[in-house]
């Protein structure tokens, strides 16, 4: 048996296939965002009034020029969602790791200092969780003006609390171990005892939510470029590109069906890898795993 | 229950001053309201007049007196674009609203319990892998793009349903559904991961050992102990619905709610509409959260309230 604790887990993920799916979409987007303009056949903003609402190459009257079909101005379909994928996954990245960071030192901040400080923040976040969040995100961008950078700092303000209760709730389990104890009592500073002590027994289960948050993130950036106060024209995403394609919905139906599934398969990817994850950085979840594969072996051996 | 009632109600109270605080700082600090409302080209004296008119020449802290003392009478003023009380405006949308996120949700514990238990009774099964895949996938589909395609199905291809309005139950059934979809997802693997903590507990083998059926077991002893957890996910589900969901789908079906409400004044750049549908809805959540709160109590005495 190979005892490489990477060959390990990338024979894990290869024995659950949909843990691979995920992993797939997620470093095919990043490919899309990285290599977005070379990939994409045509410029996304291309106006060809000539060929406008032109169906998908495999039904009739389409192309293989435009695989995707055009859209109610002539511009084509693919390329615009291998543009958008940049506005959602740069959304969705970006409010994951300032929501996480400041969310998870919040929520190490409570669950190590406790009493005051604790109870300070932990009311701050009973309070927000309790807010409508994508209303307020809405009334907000629709006063202060649609712009990407707002839609991230809206989408932040409701998206850090679930970080902190998480990390915090951690951080309470972990202080009582004996070696937390034994750090602090041979006179270990804080800090020191929180990075090298506490941090790494966050860091699998901050994972796991930061996947989910990220597809949570890609479902509202995409709710709120659909209604008008997310993504505006002439950027593309793909929430954008389904309200345009609303107002075709019954002359051309590639418009919404094609971003539509674009975000499903990116939410869905980011949801089973995260299912993934969670199996694997859970010991208990591997025990049970482990069992199992270790049954297998067996009844397969003879 | 006395003081744990009087706890929970300050803290929707706190929720309230906070949203309303949140409501009054953006629409009277970030932006000037006047200028958001009226046309780019509007006159100086245009301006002034329609200040003067919603009471917004007083100092910040004096409109912020004046606002909350109003909301307490639930007075928003006059809706710019009907021309009458915005708070009646909201109240007449009020219901439409409350009956698509209680027929959603409703929807979704009727098809996310048998779902759960069923994939629980074998973990890591056939059935169980379906049912958790067909559950990520639904958690994973944008509603507003669900409810597009479901107009395309059964409105436009198979004329069985109508695309918009609320006229009738049969309206009601698309957007319902379409609400309801991720919640499904996210119930079922609640119910499921439960409902097997629940089976490999001591009680269900002693049931088991006095010869009970499975489906007794499972419909009596594992569902009274894990009422409390699925019941307090399901409000939570009921809460992300109205506290935003509910507004994409209604703005999709053009059902008359309050979410779409706040969308048509955003349109028509009527602030004061739209304040008064987004404190509408979170007086809404915060009148959930404290009947969630009670309802846990209600349903497992064992809960020490503190």
């Known amino acids: 048996m190979n005892r490489n604790p990477l060959t390990e887990i990338a024979a894990d993920l290869w024995r659950d296939k949909t843990g691979l799916f995920g992993l797939t979409v997620i470093l095919l987007l990043i490919v899309l965002v990285v290599f977005g303009p070379v990939l994409a056949p045509h410029e996304p903003g291309a106006i060809n009034l000539a060929a406008r609402l032109k169906p998908p190459a495999w039904l009739d009257g389409g192309s293989w020029a435009r695989p995707l079909g055009t859209d109610h101005l002539g511009r084509d379909v693919l390329s615009r969602m291998i543009i958008g994928a940049r506005a959602s996954l740069l959304v969705g990245a970006s409010v994951t790791a300032i929501a996480g960071t400041f969310g998870s030192i919040l929520g190490i901040i409570a669950g190590y200092f406790g009493r005051r400080v604790d109870s300070a923040i932990m009311r701050l976040v009973d309070t927000q969780v309790a807010f409508p969040g994508l209303l307020l995100a809405i009334i907000i961008l629709a006063v202060v003006g649609p712009k990407l950078q707002t839609v991230i700092v809206v989408l932040c303000l409701n998206g850090w609390m679930v970080f902190a209760r998480m990390a915090r709730g951690i951080v309470l389990t972990v202080r009582e171990a004996p070696y937390v104890e034994a750090a602090e009592v041979i006179g270990c500073h804080p800090i020191r005892v929180v990075w090298r002590h506490i941090l790494p027994n966050l860091l699998a289960p901050m994972l796991t939510l930061a996947v989910l948050e990220f597809a949570r993130v890609i479902l509202a950036e995409a709710a709120l470029s659909f209604l008008g106060v997310g993504v505006q024209p002439p950027d593309t995403s793909w929430g954008l590109d389904l309200a345009t394609g609303k107002n075709y919905l019954f002359r051309a139906w590639w418009l919404v069906c094609f971003p539509g599934l674009a975000i499903t398969v990116t939410v869905l990817g980011a949801n089973l890898f995260a299912n993934w994850l969670r199996i694997v950085a859970d010991p208990h979840e591997r025990e049970k795993l482990f069992a199992a594969a270790v049954v297998a072996e067996e009844g397969a051996a003879p | ?306």
């Not at chain 2, 001053?17 to 600090?29: A, C, H, P, S």
């Not at chain 2, 009646?88 to 219901?95: M, N, Q, S």
């Not at chain 2, 709610?257 to 809404?284: H, K, N, P, W, Y």
């Not at chain 2, 959930?288 to 349903?299: F, H, M, N, R, S």
Request: proline residues 4%; aromatic residues 8%; glycine residues 8%.
């Open chain 2, 1 to 306: 229950m006395i003081p744990f009632l009087l706890r929970r109600i300050l803290h929707g109270m706190i929720v309230a001053l906070g949203v309303t605080t949140v409501v009054f700082v953006v629409t009277r600090l970030i932006g000037d309201p006047v200028k958001v409302m009226l046309p780019l080209d509007s006159t100086e004296e245009q301006r002034a007049a329609l200040a003067a008119k919603l009471g917004l020449d007083g100092s910040i802290w004096e409109q912020y007196q004046h606002f909350c003392i109003r909301l307490l009478h639930f007075d928003f003023g006059d809706s710019l674009w009907q021309g009458r009380s915005a708070a009646d405006i909201v109240l007449e949308r009020l219901p439409d609203t409350l009956s698509l996120v209680g027929t959603a949700i409703a929807l979704a514990v009727l098809f996310a319990l048998p779902m759960g238990l069923a994939a629980a009774t074998r973990p890591g099964g056939h059935l169980d892998r379906l049912l958790v895949g067909l559950s990520l996938t639904g958690l994973s589909v944008p509603q507003f793009w669900l409810g597009l395609l479901l107009i395309l199905l059964f409105a436009v291809q198979l004329h069985w349903l109508p695309t918009s309005g609320d006229e009738s139950l049969r309206h009601l059934v698309l957007p319902a559904v379409s609400l309801a979809l991720p919640s499904i997802g996210r119930l079922t693997i609640m119910v499921r991961s439960t409902a097997i903590d629940e089976i490999n507990r001591a009680y269900v083998r002693t049931a088991e050992a006095k010869g009970l059926t499975f489906g007794r077991i499972l419909g009596v002893h594992v569902m009274r102990n894990a009422a409390n957890p699925i019941i307090t996910m399901a409000g939570w589900e009921a809460i992300r619905m109205l506290a935003g969901y509910s507004v994409v789908v209604e703005t999709v079906f053009s059902w008359p709610g309050v979410g779409f409400l706040a969308v048509q004044s955003i349109e028509r750049r009527d602030l004061i509409l739209l304040q008064a549908s987004v404190f509408t809805v979170a007086l809404m959540v915060v009148l959930l959260t404290l009947a969630i709160d009670i309802a846990y109590k209600v349903i497992d005495p064992r809960i020490k309230l503190s």
